[in-house]
């Protein structure tokens, strides 16, 4: 199966005029459950089909170069299935989020501003374009490791063929697997970044680069899970005895996070879902499913229509959660919410497509059964 250049670039090309055309957040968790669970949210301006994927193991595909280097496409078959989110087109598919069979998840989130790919020649044996290089990784290996090692031999290319009106397709990637260890890739001045990250608490959202979002949780030491209930205060300060005093009760739970920041923009999201998930994995009950952990913390990012606005040719857009995907790859199962259905999420067995050896398929996520919640009639 091909994967065709343009239909990641035709998706970029148009979230580039929006601040936060691609505003997505990524969480991955080791939870107290033993599970390890990754999820993360789709944010758009454009009402796109997005689709639920599935692409089985044995299916053939591509690595092309640059097509002014005339080096050959390079055909390979996928070792593990694959379950994910993305854009498809006349059977070709593009995999934006995913799981393989073997429990590893990759998350594409745009950095755009800082993201410069590397430069193929003609002496070079391994190559992919970005567009190709999530599939690639997806149903070629099972380890984080596995992961690293491969992209740090392959050239990982973008040029005019895989841009929209002049755009670029940039992003970077958070790489999970179901043994806890992470990295994000990230492709800056022409070279291949990784960032290890093997702590508990796993957060990716989009510019700057991973390691200035590391530097700025600097400046959050002070927030904490724990309320402040009372201070006292002296009418005089030099007066000590107790009827200078006054007692300076809290007004509720939750002050604690006091300038935990409340806006959309990348910094903001990384913040804000690194210090909730922090504490939430934390000290959340012990016995709370790790899918359900992920899926609150993520809602504290969910964007509803009209919150984000910005005017393209000559139309006000709204930047909103599409959809919000959530990947338990210790069991192999997809829970996905849709803009229209966000309580209600749809689940999909990886083990179940694989044991009934189901043909590659992508459905729209508008499109499909969610559940029905009304239980009016069993009252």
Known sequence: MKLKRKILSVALALSIPFSQGLACTTIALNGPDKHVVSGRTMEWGFDWDWKV?????????????PKNLDLPNQSYTSKYSILGTGLAKDGEMLVIDGQNSQGLSLSANYLPGFTTYQDVTKDDKNYASIVESTMFVLSQFSTVQEAKEALAKYKVWADKSTMVDGVMPEVHFMITDK?????????????????????????????????????????????????????????????????SMQNINGLGQGNGFLGLPGDYSPPSRFVKTAVIGYYANQDGPKNESTVSRIKHILNNVDIPKGAVAEKFDGKTMFDHTAYTVIKDQTDNKLYITAYDHPNTPAEIDLNKLDAENKKGFDVNISDLPFPNNDITSKL
């Open 179 to 243: 043994s806890g260890k992470g990295v994000v890739v990230e492709y800056i001045k022409g070279q291949v970044k990784f960032h290890d990250v093997d702590a508990n608490v796993k957060v990716m959202t989009n510019s700057p680069t991973y390691d200035w979002h590391l530097t700025n949780l600097r400046n959050y030491l002070n927030l904490s899970n724990h309320t402040i209930q009372k201070m006292k205060i002296a009418d005089d300060p030099e007066q000590t005895h107790s009827e």
């Open 53 to 65: 994927l599935y692409i089985p193991k044995g299916t053939i595909h591509n690595l092309t170069a």
